[in-house]
């Protein structure tokens, strides 16, 4: 069913007060996870408020506690999340990078012991929304085999590049497997194969068998040894950054997934050059692509476009929900 | 055949001396062709020394040429490559970055105007000896299909992120596409196929062939709409932050690839936790990499370990070089 973005949003806030959060703090957290459900990314949205509240509830998310910076040197700081809100804690650390960016042209911060961020792709949006380039990533828990192994050993870690431009962001929010669980389950419950190949199934083949890989655990890393490769090292620029966790620091449990570290870095490119030039060069680039598909008449479109779509239908006729998870949450 | 490390060095910088470059920066710049084939990378070492110097014949490449700054704010700053010797460039700008984050916590420099910098893992190594990490990509001409079309319209702009470490730093360098075009030569000539699809055939169908995707030139992009989508972004990074050209500004003839953006952050990780700290951090995830797999009876590495293998073999035996190759550069 649709709901009205504003009804989604004030649902998710009257909860999370109720939880115990600061009213203007749970007003922000509960924007987050509407903002994802309205942009069309409902698993980190309204479909995981239920387990947000479990985990205030379990005492895995302190709904009190700030972030605080704990080291500087200039345009680079770590930061301490006191296994805050996830989401709260994630924007504070790339709103502080956007202030850095501001006063030295790049500002980088590592935020530990932290928690679930839900969508990254949020804090790609707020940096461009800034004008500037914000670009960061998350670890997780360990949910993917690295290259050469059948066993998860490296997570799933997604990587948030977002460039402003006038007539919409560029905005790539990508995770390091081919597909998450979610996507997984969704195909399954479908009785749909996956559209390219995923995972391993029981002999070790790779298969587009969404139930296959579910019972292997075996999730395919984006370029199989390069996907495997890009998520090690954002695991250890993340945990060294923090001071925090490693994926291999983490527990097994999903409900247990907590202390995550982060990277966020903002760099002011506006200021390098004349008003208008990094407009100019985007859109050149988009400008580019849709030209270049056109003229042999297929279709591509830039990171961020399909977005920007679903908004615009979302604040028009209201966000999409499932309804069973939206009959749930109005119960917590 | 094998050749002595030295050997090799000193046999290039003798040629460019001879084609006009400065004699310590011809010593420099054979050096960086030398480490590429000393660690298991010949394509973008003595493999491409031939047409390196035709570049330079063809005054594609500037010999005198040293890059300079054009705009700064802080610690970041943009600077004009002045189409001198992409190595060269390259590693200055490294080093520029290295100098900003030693002052600033973090460094991040645009190059736009550049060349071709050969082995982008040189300037991860470089920041990775300096004690520091170094994130830092280039674009290339159009060689990949984006996602959605048949034509090639992205570049496969390579990643490079080091995190330095006492026992062997970690790093990783990936370029966008599943495999190049030198990799897919290599297999054809051996009548081998590819270990895993590396781009569509004439029918539109996923394959380990490697002379059909040389006919149709679909390179698939690593993880398909993903590795599509971060190609784009690191274009966009790069045209935005340095001023100058985008993938699709640069002419198809890859002997004209000349103009090449690039991106390059150094981050003093050091800066922020007690001495040993990074080390410690980077060692757990190392070890639990191979603990893990190894409790499988599976072998994992961590990116940037079989480089090491390689050099040391490299520095003890000789360096492994093409016969023909060799003889070839011999008579430039």
Partial sequence: MLVPYAELHATMRDILVREGMEPARADHCAQLFADSSRDGVPSHGLNRFGRFVAMIRSQMVDVQARPVRVASLGALERWDGRRGPGNLNAHACMARAIELAREHGVGAVGLGNSNHWMRGGNYGWQAADAGVIGICWSNTLPNVPAWGTTVPLIGNNPLIIAVPRAAGHVVLDIAMSQF???ALA?????GEELPVDGGYDESGRLTRDPAAIERTQRLLPIGFWKGSGLAILLDVVGATLSGGKATHDFSTVPEEESGQSQVFI????TALGPAGE??????????ALHAGAGAVGEAARYPGEHTLEVRRKSLAEGVSVNDDVWREVRTL
Avoid: E, L, P, Q
Wanted: charged content about 25%; hydrophobic content about 45%.
């Fill in 180 to 182: 998450s669980y979610g």
């Fill in 278 to 287: 990094t407009d100019a060069i985007v859109d050149g680039i988009v400008d």
């Fill in 266 to 269: 903002a760099i002011d490119v």
């Fill in 186 to 190: 969704v195909h399954r419950m479908r």
